[in-house]
């Protein structure tokens, strides 16, 4: 098949992904507001001009990412979800191996960790950057708590509470503890085990 985009739109979304990874990297290791838009172009290889003719402004590009970032990670958890149930629900394991599955699309890497992190802090400072955050964490909730459901149907199971509050419990756990993994330089495998304890304690406490 032949590639028909214009040569302009392809470069323009090539110094966009550029410039967003950069950004990415950036912001995770200094935060947002350290982060220059000097520094995201010099790292990015770009001029100001560059990143001016994308991104209003950091802020802008700094939505965006956690746009991209929310998509990336909804399409993971989705496209896990899809693998499992391909396998056959009812005969793949104990619930626990289940959940940790889906929830270990994402949470290894340390700059992601960094970034997720950063995106709450500013959540929580900015009401523009908490409308977004809000609206990506309840999708990544919506396929989550879909998949419980889901376990739960398939393997006769009753929850203890509804399958929303118990995807906020399970989230909340692999949030925890993959920022802390991160703090106390955990490598992945022990963070996967420690992750995989705290999982079950409250899978054993949501399943009647």
């Not at 912001?27 to 001029?47: K, L, P, Q």
């Not at 896990?80 to 394991?93: P, Q």
């Not at 977004?132 to 990544?140: E, I, K, V």
């Not at 692999?174 to 304890?197: C, F, H, K």
């Amino acid at each position: 098949m032949t590639d028909t985009a214009p040569a302009p739109s392809r470069r323009r979304e090539n110094t966009r992904t550029r410039l967003m990874d950069a950004a990415a990297e950036m912001f995770a290791e200094v935060g947002i507001d350290a982060a220059s838009v000097e520094a995201i172009c010099d790292r990015a290889g770009f001029t100001r001009g560059a990143f001016y003719s994308n991104f209003a402004s950091k802020e802008e590009l700094f939505l965006a990412l956690c746009g991209r970032s929310a998509e990336t990670t909804i399409a993971a958890v989705r496209d896990r979800v899809t693998s499992i149930e391909d396998r056959g629900l009812d005969a793949t394991g104990e619930v626990l191996h289940l959940v940790q599955e889906v929830l270990e699309v994402a949470g290894e890497d340390r700059l992601d960790v960094l970034l997720g992190a950063e995106t709450r802090v500013q959540a929580l400072r900015n009401p523009e950057f908490a409308a977004a955050y809000l609206s990506s964490n309840g999708a990544l909730c919506d396929s989550v708590t879909q998949f419980v459901r889901d376990i739960a149907d398939a393997r006769g199971l009753t929850l203890r509470l509804p399958a929303d509050a118990a995807t906020e419990l399970l989230l909340s756990a692999w949030i925890s503890a993959s920022e802390t993994a991160v703090m106390t330089g955990t490598s992945p495998s022990d963070a996967r085990g420690q992750l995989g304890e705290r999982l079950a304690q409250i899978v054993r406490l949501i399943l009647e």
